[in-house]
């Protein structure tokens, strides 16, 4: 069956103290990016990866971090995380194409993080 | 800039059809997606427009007009399990290859009795 999966669903942590969401992938999909969902602000980027070690930056980068070292891993990392990183995260990947023809983005389950 | 907009919320009777508008204004532009989310769940695809006109899936259907910076998603014979947050997100292929997606806020669609 074709997913994605996160880890961890649920994280309750206290300012400053770093942590890592994994996200992983059994598609075989090149493109893979994390997102952030907020009430009223709906889903933002904030990083993607195009292939192995091939990262870039979305529209919400600050005080994150990503790794791209094997194909299905895409792992988020908070160095140093605040309470404004409070938020519902979700990974995603696309098949890449060279042409127009994308029929589906995978999201991931979610991870639901509370920053104290 | 990157500019999307739909309604926040709606409400329709089950049974009835439903039309879901999204507009944009983007500075790159290579398809319209649209997705269904659930509360506390991750978004589901329902559609991706490329090209202008309808395209129909089931009972739901999107149209996109590229020129117009306009896309609807059509629910036909609504179902109280279509009660669930809509939204509508712009790809775009950014030089060098990256994806980018757009979201709107979404559209909180209610199907009653």
């Known amino acids: 069956e074709a997913q994605v999966t996160q880890n961890p669903r649920y994280l309750i942590t206290v300012t400053g103290k770093k942590l890592t969401v994994t996200c992983s992938q059994n598609?075989?999909?090149?493109?893979m990016s994390w997102y952030r969902q907020d009430p009223g602000l709906g889903l933002r980027q904030i990083y993607y990866?195009?292939?192995?070690?091939?990262?870039d930056k979305g529209d919400v980068p600050e005080g994150y971090k990503v790794s791209r070292k094997e194909k299905r891993n895409f792992p988020l990392i908070l160095e140093s995380p605040s309470p404004n990183q409070t938020s519902l995260y979700f990974c995603a990947t696309l098949p890449y194409s060279e042409d127009s023809s994308y029929n589906e983005q995978f999201f991931g389950p979610g991870t639901r993080l509370t920053v104290l | 800039g990157q500019n999307i907009d739909q309604p926040t919320e709606m409400t329709a009777t089950e049974g009835a059809i439903v039309q879901i508008n999204c507009t944009y204004q983007?500075?790159?532009?290579?398809?319209l997606f649209w997705y269904q989310q659930h509360a506390g769940e991750a978004p589901t695809f329902l559609s991706y427009n490329v090209l202008d006109g309808l395209e129909e899936k089931g009972r739901f259907s999107s149209f996109l007009s590229r020129s117009k910076g306009y896309s609807y998603l059509l629910l036909k014979e609504l179902q109280m399990k279509d009660s669930a947050s809509y939204l509508c997100a712009v790809h775009n292929i950014l030089t060098g290859g990256g994806n980018k997606l757009t979201f709107g806020t979404g559209t909180q669609l209610k199907v009653e009795l």
């Open positions: 990866s195009m292939n192995v070690e091939v990262t």
């Open positions: 983007t500075s790159g532009f290579n398809g």
């Open positions: 598609m075989n999909h090149e493109y």
